[in-house]
């Protein structure tokens, strides 16, 4: 499956954003999908994860009642909403395909896609 993310750009703090990953490929429904980001300097982190029916999610403390990951299978499409946004949010968003491991694991995920930068200003 491949993977393209977009929806990044420079927002102010406090406000928000929506980012897409947009998969390509017949198999996408049956994917566990995450996104993770990437940070100037630092390592690439876990933010969230949702499984193929979209019943179940799961987030990073740090973004948790403030981002929302969804999907429309239909539109082959993940989104992760992001509100309340800090400085500390900025970084590059990638979007990721689960292969099996632990969620929050990025080498517990076969596909990514080029990511989308994310800059809050204070």
């Known amino acids: 499956v491949q993977l393209q993310a977009s929806g990044g750009g420079l927002v102010q703090a406090g406000g928000s954003l929506r980012l897409s990953c947009a998969a390509s490929?017949?198999?996408?429904?049956?994917?566990?999908m995450g996104w993770f980001r990437q940070a100037p300097g630092k390592e690439r982190e876990f933010v969230a994860m949702?499984?193929?029916?979209?019943?179940?999610?799961y987030y990073a403390d740090s973004v948790k009642g403030r981002f929302t990951i969804s999907r429309v299978n239909a539109k082959n499409t993940v989104y992760l909403q992001m509100n309340s946004l800090k400085p500390e949010d900025t970084a590059v968003y990638y979007c990721?395909?689960?292969?099996?491991?632990?969620?929050?694991?990025?080498?517990?995920?076969?596909?990514w896609g080029l990511g989308t930068l994310v800059t809050v200003s204070s």
């Open positions: 990721a395909a689960h292969g099996g491991g632990s969620y929050l694991d990025t080498r517990s995920y076969n596909y």
């Open positions: 490929g017949r198999t996408f429904s049956s994917y566990v």
């Open positions: 949702i499984n193929w029916s979209g019943g179940t999610t």
